[in-house]
């Protein structure tokens, strides 16, 4: 029921399916042009999270993000007696397989990145995109910092809140309701600024990543996960256009950019690159496996095909029974394409969700 009465977000209920029509219409499957959904696009991530928030939590948990995930291979020796006469008859090795749930893997995709920002206790962060303030709230108990989520959803603040006051973090994190495009915030504030599949919103990324340049502390670090299109995409593909437009409609992006795009836009906006790399290249477990049909897991069961069945029908029966809101069913259906498209496009190696960079603002603008 909680996924039920969360559709739609801060939108009236009586409203929900106006606002699919108004958001479908912003895409290529619809007629959409990257331009209005670059003009557009506070209407159009608004009108997604208030839509699909609900899915994502029900789902996925309260971090929204892909994780580089591992398997773990432990060197077992054993040994066998032989009772009589205690005399050992046997010796032998063994291997021991422990996969890395998905969960776990999301965890350590956060604590990783704390780490590679050397954050230390009392720090003020900031989270930008932060969605409901998953990672704001392992990231800082993981680190004992101060996180501040910057978020222009005013349903996931408002469920974001809850949820810190849930596990105590309400007294050290917090949220601000802005577009990161133009923060409300002082220059120079923050200790370290970091964005988890977030910035991939922002109709053009060097105007975002010269506002987090401003609100960082000189000698301080940005690092992030984008999503991005890899130098395997090809933009005359006609099936590599038809993934990257489902994973757009399934995910309120204005336009995926190359990796390309993204370094030389941090570089424009003054910042250091100390590295960056595509995680996904390296994962021992492909990242989009969660979602592929072919995969099938008890811990991650809401994401598999049985799971998403299940979630489906029953989606489908809450909105004929007026208990979910006209519509709900049609944003299934565009998280389902969007799914797809990004299993696609991770078996074809044209997308990443997980091209990490660490970027330090110099401590003089001369330097």
Request: proline share 4%; aromatic share 14%.
């Amino acid at each position: 029921m909680d996924l039920a009465s969360g559709v739609g977000g801060k939108i009236n209920k009586a409203q929900v399916l106006d606002a699919v029509d108004k958001y479908e219409k912003y895409h290529v499957h619809y007629g959409g042009k990257q331009e209005d959904r670059n003009a557009n696009y506070t209407d159009m991530v608004n009108k997604y999270y208030d839509l699909a928030t609900s899915f994502y939590e029900f789902g996925w948990g309260e971090s929204f993000h892909f994780a580089h995930r591992s398997v773990c291979f432990i060197l077992q020796f054993q040994i066998q007696y032989f009772a009589v006469n205690w005399v050992m008859l046997m010796s032998f090795f063994s291997f021991r397989w422990n996969g890395e749930s998905l969960r776990e893997s999301i965890k350590r995709h956060e604590h990783f990145l704390a780490l590679q920002l050397g954050l230390k206790p009392g720090q003020k962060v900031l989270d930008v995109g932060c969605g409901i303030g998953g990672p704001l709230r392992e990231i800082a108990r993981f680190s004992s910092t101060s996180v501040t989520g910057l978020n222009n959803n005013e349903y996931q603040i408002s469920r974001g809140k809850e949820l810190n006051r849930i596990v105590g973090v309400d007294k050290t994190c917090d949220f601000i309701k802005a577009d990161f495009m133009k923060m409300p915030i002082p220059d120079n504030s923050f200790d370290a600024v970091y964005a988890i599949e977030a910035t991939c919103h922002a109709p053009d990324a060097y105007g975002c990543y010269k506002e987090i340049y401003r609100v960082l502390k000189p000698g301080q670090c940005f690092a992030a996960y984008e999503w991005c299109m890899t130098d395997a995409y090809d933009p005359n593909n006609q099936e590599h256009q038809k993934i990257k437009a489902e994973v757009e409609i399934g995910d309120g992006l204005p336009d995926i950019r190359s990796t390309t795009k993204c370094l030389e836009a941090l570089k424009q906006a003054g910042f250091e690159i100390i590295w960056e790399k595509d995680l996904a290249k390296e994962s021992p477990v492909p990242w989009y496996q969660p979602l592929d049909t072919n995969h099938f897991s008890l811990s991650s069961f809401r994401l598999t095909a049985v799971g998403r069945f299940f979630t489906r029908n029953m989606v489908k029966a809450l909105e004929f029974a007026g208990l979910a809101p006209k519509g709900s069913l049609r944003v299934q259906d565009f998280l389902e394409k969007a799914a797809e498209g990004l299993v696609e496009g991770g078996k074809k190696e044209i997308f990443t969700p997980m091209y990490f960079f660490l970027a330090r603002k110099p401590l003089s603008e001369s330097n």
